[in-house]
């Protein structure tokens, strides 16, 4: 790691990073297209999102917050857990703890730095973690196994039984740093008695957890408002994917992520239900209109990510998408199981997908127990892929609710969940009638191959499958 | 031994010809998770499946994507090419992300070509971590396992045979404790590559037959003046069922006297309670016992059993190897190593491929620098 990168805290970096982005349309247009030119590595991240109108902004805004409760939290006197994407904050909040996101903040990193989180990722195979462990952790944890980002407290994953690569990274980082370390464990099976009894056993020793490391009981009172919270963030989202079924299409393609990225960092908390709405008013206007969210106004395509997006510098796979009139009806982050969801009401059993109920304390701790056990990836990627309520099941039911004409894979190479199966289930996927395509990129780390190649063979197979 | 070498080196050895010959069932499972003694309270023979003898993963690679550890792959080759139609059944546990995939890789090569999949194919849920609630969940999973086995193979599985099962897997540990001490004396009566091929063999063949070779086999070692004058090594990390790679490593300056690998001592520490409910108790002692890094944030646990053996078996030198892609043992090796080696305890990491040697010049060339590195410092001291 260059010394320089060690000068100042990693999370204070891009806090400043973002808080800065979040002033620049504070001046006249002029002004900003002059700013934009200070800003080579970041500026079309910058445009995308804040072309986008009143949501990126707010976007922006809460990643910048996101990051300022993170680097501020110890001289707040508040605790600081470590924890993943496919967790739902909501139950941190009500503890009032601040988390850390490992891979939130590797796709922060990956926007906007040039180098994008290399260092980070190389550091951490210095100490001793495997250059083969997905890099969507190792980008950010490789800072804090360096010392340079804030002082955390404790590690919190569910990922055991779902991800391996992701529970190794947590018990790994806990074990170096010497911190206390809880998982939530999965069980194969996701519906049924068993592992509905499994979840909210494993819950409460979280809670128990929790409170010993903060020395401090849960308040129900306010879990139950962050609870009610969520259950309006799902409102707003299951209008959104709505929405997301006409055609056109009137979400812009930024959407998607914007709704994923906001959940994992402030689910339950009125931050995530401002990005929401504003993005909800955008698309209602537009659905009105008829008009599509693409920037060309021409819908030529709709692809489905059945698994993540690619987060190369300056959201060039949204660039892409969007240049090329490619409507994109989402991947297996930004669908969440919401009983009101539309794919839920539509293709799912209700028993897969989760419920709020804020009638008392036991109601609570199962309504955040079962929104933690089908969080994306966890709910998806976990028993056999071709189990019901699995992976197979939710990308073809995904695929043909949203009007896919594609289905594309990307991940890490440190995925070895994913890579253990995709080839069965693109087999299944191109059975149904759907192209599908397996990106062999890394979503984090560019070195591994450039976007550049990466573009190239996607519109490859868009051509060799006569798609566009 | 050559009973033993025959039964580790083999895969349809000739115990297992015998068993089938005579009209009885094997299982196969893919994980020290799997309670053996269910299998012999069924009349069932346990058999643990390996990838051992695969000489390409062309097979494995149909299924399996690149970024995926060798052994599944050699495991599916060899049942594509038919290596394990001598089994009537086979069960897969969540061991790791690239072993729980096996599950649906089999199935769909099972789908593809008939004959590769056993009759009976059963899922079998681990849970990663060790408290009242997992074990009830594995109780009752291992109790789902018991109903499958009853009802697929039409046998009934009584309390009483799990005990008698129980009791006699218990004596085989008791034998492998026994088996242990002497190797680690200072003068040990076996290499270490012949102590995996005699805890193999126990995975191979019936617990009766393995027990009376390995009382026969401890008796003959006590007798012995014992192997001396070698750097004692630990071998320590991903799934090793090879005794050629033991060989390749001790070549003629080293024996292994210790190790914590799931097919080694892991395999028989520890013991079933024989009283109360067997099913309960066995599932007990399978979740607990095993010193795996699948079971996240117990590292230190198994740090301190690693420091214990070293001193109990007076380890000059760890070697901390681990497949490709294997990111659990791989990870938790880089751990070791800093801890073992601040306690002044020389450590060697090796990332290998599983399968066939392959890489023998290289892994003895790294070896042998590393024992002369522990040769130096003793001269030194």
Known sequence: MRNETREYKFDWMLWNTFAAAARLKSGTENEYRAMLKYIPYFNRVVDTLLGTGEPGQKFIEICSKYMENLTFAKEKGKKTAITTFCFSPAIFYAMDIVPICLEVLSVMMTFVYKRGTAEFLDYC???????????????????????????????VTDTPGVCDTNANAFAFASAYLDKPFFQLDMPPDLTGSRSNE???????????????????????????????????????????????????????????????????????????????????????????????????????????????????????????????????????????????????????KEEAAYKIDTTNIDS????????????????????????????????????????ADLIVYNGTPGCRNTWGMVKLLARDTEKAGYPTYIMYADAFDARVQSWEATEERFMEFLKVRRLV | MKEFFEASTALNNKHVTEWKKNGKKVVGYTCSYVPDEIFHAAGILPFRIRGFGATDTTIGDTYFGPFICSLPKCMLQLAGEGKFNFLDGAIITPGCDSMRRLDECWRKAGSDVEGVIPPFFFHFGVPHKY??????????????????????????????????????????????????????????????????????????????????????????????PGIKNRVRLMLVGSANDDVGLVRVMEGEKAIVVADNLCFGSRFYSDRVEEEGDPVFELS????????????????????????????????DGVILQNIRFCDLHGSENGLFERDLEAKGIPCMRLEREYGPLVETGRMKMRVDAFIERIQQRRAIA
């Open chain 1, 125 to 155: 195979n210095e100490v001793g973690f495997t250059e083969t462990s997905c890099s969507s952790q190792r980008g950010t944890v490789g800072a804090y196994l360096a010392g340079i980002g804030t002082d955390v407290d404790m590690f």
């Open chain 2, 131 to 224: 408290s009242d609630y997992t074990i009830k969940w594995f109780t009752e999973e291992t109790r789902r396992l018991i109903a499958a086995v009853e009802e697929h193979f039409k046998v009934k599985i009584t309390g009483a045979d799990l005990k008698k099962a129980i009791k006699l897997y218990n004596y085989s540990r008791k034998l492998l404790d026994r088996f242990e001490e002497l190797r680690t004396l200072d003068a040990p009566p076996f290499s270490g590559e012949e102590a995996l091929a005699v805890i193999l063999a126990g995975t191979t063949m019936p617990r009766e037959e393995y027990n009376a070779l390995l009382e026969q086999f401890i008796a003959k070692a006590e007798k012995s």
């Open chain 1, 198 to 348: 499994y979840h909210r056993e494993d819950f409460k020793a979280l809670i128990r957890f929790l409170e010993a490391q903060t020395g401090k009981k849960l308040d129900p009172e306010r879990l139950k408002e962050n609870l009610r919270e969520l259950a309006r963030q799902d409102e707003i989202i299951a209008e959104l994917e709505d929405l997301a079924r006409l055609v056109p299409n009137p979400l812009p393609v930024s959407y998607n992520l914007m709704v994923y990225a906001s959940r994992f960092l402030f689910a339950g908390m009125p931050e995530c239900t401002g990005v929401l709405e504003s993005m909800l008013k955008i698309a209602r206007e537009n659905a009105a209109k008829k008009i599509s969210g693409l920037s060309g106004g021409v819908e030529k395509l709709r692809a489905f990510f059945c698994y993540i997006d690619h987060y190369a510098q300056n959201m060039q796979l949204w660039q892409m998408l969007d240049g090329n009139g490619i409507c994109y009806q989402g991947n297996i982050l930004s669908h969440f199981w919401s009983h009101n969801a539309p794919h839920v009401s539509e293709y799912h």
């Open chain 2, 284 to 315: 007990r002692r399978y979740l607990g016992h095993n010193d795996c890094p699948r079971m996240y944030g117990d590292y230190r646990r198994r740090l301190s059993i690693l420091e214990k053996k070293v001193e109990k078996s007076k380890i």
């Open chain 1, 364 to 403: 609570l701790i199962d309504s955040v127990g079962m929104i933690n056990s089908r969080m994306p990836m966890i709910k998806s990627i976990r028993g056999p892929y071709d189990a019901p309520n699995m992976w197979l099941e939710d990308t073809l039911g995904l695929a043909k609710l949203y009007g």
